[in-house]
């Protein structure tokens, strides 16, 4: 019986590469009459893809359901779903296109999908699923501008979400879309937003003396433009940073934030500041960012003493746990204490 089988496989190997052969040069009939003999053959479901995709205009709808919900592990099965999406949305297909959509990576199908549920009149969280996609700091594709249209003209759009999306668009250094963000925002609100764009662009000269008042969005601000400076010089934003503190009441959590982000920027521009802005943060602020860049600098510097210090106690994060106090153990054993190296 295995030799049978054997052959069997053998001969349905052959008659895979003659179906294959077939479709390839548009033979269908031929093709159908060998694919109908494969059912049992591994990849089967493979002559099935290519069959449908090479005829995604002529497919039924049934047919492609059938394939798409029979095969949904196949590792092409989402790569047809996708161009039978698009082909559903060039047809105006809107409730078979719903009821196939599976969740996208597609910024441009994740808009047609809020279209689709607009023209269906499918409105259960179509708001909130917008907002969900228009909060973000890049510019979004042309196909998106139908349901945002919907999203202006609702409650839920306030001058605190469309200043969330400018927030996320700076952070992203999308200048050009946070100004075209402002136009929607009230005259306070646009002030602020000038003021940000203005320290974005020369954060030396709008951090010297700014017109900020000191809320929460004018610290933002601030913190937005001395790590900026800290891109061009961190002992210039360091000292900008020692200047504003006098000036505005930042919280204990503004300044941390601050700091660890000033030492990281230091560490990887191997800045003679490293060490010591390094070394100010207190370990409860340590993270894997922070101890990476720790670790580099002082084996840089071959700084065995400090590593010691900065890796004494316990580790403050479970996941880097092993690797700290591996380099304490490294570090103890340089700096002249090997029996405890070596416990």
């Not at 700076?170 to 306070?188: D, F």
Request: with cysteine.
């Amino acid at each position: 019986s295995t030799t049978v089988f054997a052959k069997s496989i053998e001969s349905q190997r052959k008659d895979y590469l003659v179906a294959q052969k077939a479709l390839a040069t548009k033979q269908y009939k031929t093709f159908g009459k060998i694919a109908n003999t494969l059912k049992d053959y591994p990849l089967y479901p493979y002559l099935r893809y290519e069959y449908l995709r090479k005829r995604l205009w002529k497919v039924k709808d049934k047919e492609m359901v059938d394939f798409l919900t029979r095969y949904k592990d196949l590792p092409v099965t989402e790569t047809l779903r996708k161009s039978w999406l698009k082909l559903l949305i060039r047809r105006k297909h809107w409730q078979t296109f719903l009821d196939n959509y599976t969740p996208q990576t597609d910024l441009t199908l994740q808009c047609y999908q809020l279209q689709a549920r607009m023209k269906t009149n499918n409105k259960t969280f179509l708001l909130e699923d917008i907002r969900s996609i228009w909060l973000t700091g890049k510019s979004l594709p042309p196909q998106c501008d139908a349901p945002f249209a919907l999203l202006y003209k609702s409650n839920l759009m306030t001058n605190d979400l469309v200043w969330e999306r400018i927030r996320l668009s700076m952070a992203n250094n999308q200048l050009s879309l946070a100004n075209y963000l402002a136009r929607r925002l009230n005259p306070e609100y646009k002030k602020l937003a000038r003021q940000w764009a203005n320290i974005h662009n020369n954060p030396y000269k709008y951090t010297r003396k700014p017109k900020l008042e000191d809320t929460t969005m004018g610290r933002e601000i601030l913190a937005h433009g001395i790590l900026r400076l800290a891109k061009k010089d961190v002992a210039k934003a360091v000292k900008r940073l020692d200047a504003l503190k006098d000036k505005y009441n930042f919280t204990s959590d503004e300044i941390a934030e601050i700091e660890r982000t000033l030492a990281i920027r230091a560490a990887r521009d191997k800045s003679p500041l490293a060490s010591q802005l390094l070394d100010e943060i207190n370990n409860q602020h340590v993270d894997e960012k922070i101890f990476h860049s720790r670790l580099r600098t002082a084996l840089a510097n071959h700084d065995w003493p400090i590593l010691k210090k900065w890796t004494t106690g316990q580790a403050p994060d479970i996941d880097f746990q092993m690797r700290w106090r591996y380099w304490h153990a490294r570090a103890l054993e340089e700096t002249g204490e090997p029996d405890q190296a070596k416990q």
